[in-house]
């Protein structure tokens, strides 16, 4: 009896299995493809803009409005960025190569495997940027 129920189980799997479903059936849509025209494309080239060097022109004066502000707020100037000499070199440590202590934080190694020697590299424990040696 064990053995006819296990038989008539697999048997059952098997046939199941062989049974063929139909592909789902695909809606019929037709797409309509927008063609635009292709844009036109000159013989020549377009004429050179003429150069104005910023620096030389004054910027137009003009006077305030009845509803303006008289005051004129002047937008703060950029941070100036540091120049690559600025910087702080890193100091190699002794028996570890690829490895350096950061001018910053000289208790901790930065890894600094695969830089090359006067990358700027940012301090992982401080954020402050220092040089490979």
């Known amino acids: 009896m064990k053995w006819s129920f296990w038989f008539g189980l697999l048997a059952t799997f098997a046939l199941a299995a062989c049974e063929i479903d139909e592909p789902p059936q695909r809606s019929v849509t037709t797409r309509t493809v927008s063609r635009y025209p292709a844009p036109e494309q000159s013989k020549y080239p377009p004429p050179p803009q003429p150069?104005?060097?910023?620096?030389?022109?004054?910027?137009?004066v003009t006077a305030p409005g009845?509803?303006?502000?008289?005051?004129?707020?002047?937008?703060?100037?950029?941070?100036?960025?540091?120049?690559?000499?600025?910087?702080?070199?890193?100091?190699?440590?002794?028996?570890?190569?690829?490895?350096?202590?950061?001018?910053?934080?000289?208790?901790?190694?930065?890894?600094?495997?695969?830089?090359?020697?006067?990358?700027?590299?940012?301090?992982?424990?401080?954020?402050?940027?220092?040089?490979?040696?």
């Open 51 to 60: 150069f104005t060097d910023p620096s030389q022109q004054s910027a137009p």
């Open 66 to 133: 009845p509803y303006e502000d008289t005051a004129i707020a002047s937008a703060p100037a950029p941070a100036p960025q540091a120049a690559k000499g600025d910087y702080p070199y890193g100091v190699p440590v002794e028996g570890k190569p690829g490895f350096v202590r950061s001018p910053y934080s000289p208790d901790k190694m930065t890894d600094v495997r695969g830089y090359a020697p006067g990358t700027e590299v940012k301090d992982p424990y401080t954020g402050k940027i220092f040089l490979v040696p």
